[in-house]
């Protein structure tokens, strides 16, 4: 599999388009490492039960992306 890196804003979107559980599928990349990477980078991530909301047409809240982050502007993943 291709390495593929993403900026901090590329990886928000991709957060926010994709659950975390489907993003650790693809890239095959445990849940928790994402976790931290998020952490590490200062990127929110959907709350417990977001998905769900969102699948069922319920109002969901999308936390905007920080403007600074202290670690990483970037991650590659394979």
């Not at 559980?21 to 890239?27: E, G, V």
């Amino acid at each position: 599999m291709a390495k593929t890196t993403f900026s901090r804003k590329q990886f928000y979107d991709l957060v926010w388009s994709e659950s975390l559980a489907a993003i650790s599928r693809i890239y095959f990349i445990s849940y928790k490492s994402l976790q931290e990477a998020c952490k590490e980078m200062n990127i929110p991530i959907p709350v417990n039960g977001y998905w769900s909301k969102l699948k069922f047409g319920k109002p969901v809240e999308i936390s905007k992306l920080p403007d600074t982050t202290k670690g990483k502007h970037e991650i590659s993943l394979w």
